[in-house]
């Protein structure tokens, strides 16, 4: 049973737009989360993390939100670019291991 | 530059056949994990290893083994027990079990042919 879902399997944005990829649960233990980024015939990258105590995160161009009561988070990019083109894995723990979601293939649009 | 090494990339295996995927990393990580993923799901656990000499099975251990001889290393042979072996193995490491910065390797694609 999945556990962390991505339910949009792909997104395509315009340069310069934000970009919005999302995220839900079904375990309410999960305390801790994070988005890797992977670009083709290489690893998951670590990209950005929340633990449950904040609801939001911010690093940069990345920004986390998470909603703890629907068990849902969003990674929004802002603005959007070429470069970020890749597939993105969101990433849930309740402190025993990770579980992952199947992924969303983001393209970005010069 | 310090990282994770797997080898090989691709790797096509006969069915009834074992075959070893390697995993070494050079970050003096103590926990090391190994993942599988398939089309439309997400990364599944297979063994994970918190230090050497000691592994764990994760979700989807049935048909897989592995060793941890070494701190760098933590191979994967996935065996003729593994009735969908085709897919894509990820190793991954982290300083301790528990610590969440894992590093991944770029991956094996395994067909069974």
């Known amino acids: 049973d999945q556990q962390v879902k991505q339910n949009s399997p792909s997104l395509s944005v315009q340069e310069g737009r934000i970009s919005i990829l999302n995220c839900d649960y079904t375990?309410?233990?999960?305390?801790?989360f994070l988005w890797y980024k992977k670009y083709p015939a290489e690893g998951p990258t670590f990209l950005i993390s929340i633990s449950s105590i904040k609801d939001k995160n911010e690093d940069g161009r990345f920004t986390v939100f998470l909603n703890k009561s629907a068990k849902h988070l969003s990674l929004h990019i802002v603005p959007s670019q070429p470069g970020d083109s890749a597939v993105y894995f969101c990433?849930?723990?309740?402190?025993?291991?990770?579980?992952f979601g199947t992924g969303t293939s983001l393209t970005v649009i010069p | 530059d310090g990282g994770i090494t797997q080898s090989p990339k691709y790797l096509f295996r006969k069915e009834g056949q074992n075959v070893t995927l390697s995993c070494e990393q050079n970050?003096?990580?103590?926990?090391m994990y190994w993942y599988r993923q398939d089309p439309g799901q997400g990364l599944r656990l297979i063994y994970y290893?918190?230090?050497?000499?000691?592994?764990q099975k994760g979700d989807i251990a049935e048909g897989y083994s592995v060793s941890r001889e070494k701190k760098e290393s933590f191979p994967l042979t996935v065996t003729s027990a593994q009735k969908n072996p085709t897919a894509f193995y990820l190793c991954?490491?982290?300083?301790?079990?528990?610590?969440?910065?894992?590093?991944f390797g770029s991956g094996t694609r395994l067909t069974v042919v």
């Open positions: 375990n309410s233990m999960f305390d801790y």
């Open positions: 991954a490491s982290s300083p301790w079990w528990g610590d969440y910065g894992y590093t």
């Open positions: 290893s918190q230090i050497v000499n000691d592994f």
């Open positions: 990433a849930a723990s309740g402190g025993n291991q990770f579980y």
């Open positions: 970050l003096n990580h103590d926990a």
